[in-house]
């Protein structure tokens, strides 16, 4: 019971996505290549990735905490990650995909969705180049951070693709200091 508590308050023992540090980091990002895996994810429509963040979040939430066929529930992990596939214009809706990562002993054999809007993910291995950021990040913060990524990459002549990107947040609301973000760009030809 106090380890449930303490993973939720503080995001501490959470289970992670394996993957493996490339050496050709630039000084304010790294490159991860992550293995292949099975996420939860839900898949939202709108103007704004807060919201979409925030509407996939419950969606998921509920599968691990019992709303699924098995009528199991599933430990939470980190990160939660939200998948940007832009509009075409400023005033078109983009497409959102959020994500838990399930642990590991749920990869082989994870629990089939009761609700319609849920699905199990196969993510297939990537290669991501990541930027880091602290706060209670928002809207504003991952586009800013997501462009600063963008600079560096293009500094670098590193191969990536500018669509779709990725946020990612460690952390519960309720953890006030030392909070994790990142927002992620896929290599090039590496497309998850």
């Keep these: 019971m106090l380890k449930t508590v303490q993973q939720a308050l503080f995001s501490t023992g959470l289970q992670n996505p394996t993957f493996t540090k490339e050496g050709n980091e630039g000084a304010d990002y790294e490159t991860r290549s992550y293995r292949a895996a099975r996420w939860a994810s ?16 419950r969606r998921l939430f509920s599968y691990i905490q019992g709303n699924n066929h098995n009528k199991v529930k599933v430990a939470m992990t980190a990160p939660v990650t939200c998948r940007v596939d832009p509009g075409a214009g400023p005033a078109c809706e983009s497409h959102f995909t959020v994500s838990f990562f399930l642990p590991e002993e749920c990869q082989d054999n994870p629990p089939a969705p009761s609700d319609p809007d849920v699905f199990v993910e196969n993510r297939k291995e990537f290669t991501a180049y990541v930027r880091t950021y602290s706060g209670f990040s928002n809207e504003k913060m991952k586009r800013e951070e997501l462009l600063k990524l963008l600079e560096s990459l293009q500094r670098d002549g590193a191969p990536h693709v500018e669509q779709p990107f990725y946020a990612a947040g460690y952390d519960s609301p309720f953890k006030l200091t030392n909070r994790r973000n990142e927002v992620w760009v896929l290599k090039r030809d590496l497309l998850p």
């Design 42 to 57: 839900t898949t939202l429509s709108g103007m704004h990735l807060d919201a979409a963040l925030s509407g996939g979040f």
